[in-house]
T-cell receptor, first 110, second 116 residues
Framework: DAGVTQSPTHLIKTRGQQVTLRCSPK?????VSWYQQALGQGPQFIFQ???????QRGNFPDRFSGHQFPNYSSELNVNALLLGDSALYLC?????????FGEGSWLTVV | ELKVEQNPLFLSMQEGKNYTIYCNYS?????LYWYRQDPGKSLESLFV?????AVKQEGRLMASLDTKARLSTLHITAAVHDLSATYFC????????????????FGKGTKLSVKP
């Protein structure tokens, strides 16, 4: 049984560009959450998707948007990239009270 | 503002010693998670504590939860080098119980270094 899978694992973008990160939740999980983890910090909640709708959102600007597909997979889009967007982006899916994290996507903005 | 505070943030231990990491949180919650993160890696789930007084142990690590004090501890017994990592606690605020899952609030992490 595959766990939470994310792609790409590493990528480098230039300021002002746009990026799309992808996540496939663990089998049977219908809720996907995204977190941003800056270097040396704890993860920060970005938003959560359930039934293809954004259900909750953290304190992130509108440049951060997302989508959930009928198969429960999800995308995180970030527009107009800033240097400060450089971070590890983690996707989490959950079942009951256990929360599973993917391996993350390392984004470097130069 | 919901806060989760861990201390210490940095911990250097010698092998064989015992130590405790503390996690205080400011919101009502009866669900607390501990994760381990190795450098350049994602989060590995260690413990899920679901009720007041919950205690869980795995190997040299033992976690406990006191919801009245809003405090969780992660106790390390007879540390070994393999335990070197960053440990995060994360709280699931009770206001989320309307149906949302996954909206965890994390502490800043405790970077543990175990030296021979």
């Amino acid at each position: 049984d595959a766990g939470v899978t994310q792609s790409p694992t590493h990528l480098i973008k230039t300021r002002g560009q746009q990026v799309t990160l992808r996540c496939s939740p663990k089998s049977g999980h219908d809720t996907v959450s995204w977190y941003q983890q800056a270097l040396g910090q704890g993860p920060q909640f970005i938003f959560q998707y359930y039934e293809e709708e954004e259900r909750q959102r953290g304190n992130f600007p509108d440049r951060f948007s997302g989508h959930q597909f009928p198969n429960y997979s999800s995308e995180l889009n970030v527009n107009a990239l800033l240097l400060g967007d450089s971070a590890l982006y983690l996707c989490a899916s959950s079942s009951r009270r256990t929360i599973y994290f993917g391996e993350g996507s390392w984004l470097t903005v130069v | 503002e919901l806060k989760v505070e861990q201390n210490p943030l940095f911990l250097s231990m010698q092998e064989g010693k015992n130590y405790t990491i503390y996690c205080n949180y400011s919101t009502t919650s009866d669900r607390l998670y501990w994760y381990r993160q190795d450098p350049g890696k994602s989060l590995e789930s260690l413990f899920v504590l679901l009720s007041n007084g919950a205690v869980k142990q795995e190997g040299r690590l033992m976690a406990s939860l006191d919801t009245k004090a809003r405090l969780s501890t992660l106790h390390i017994t007879a540390a070994v080098h393999d335990l070197s990592a960053t440990y995060f606690c994360a709280v699931f605020p009770q206001m989320n119980y309307g149906g949302s899952q996954g909206n965890l609030i994390f502490g800043k992490g405790t970077k543990l270094s175990v030296k021979p």
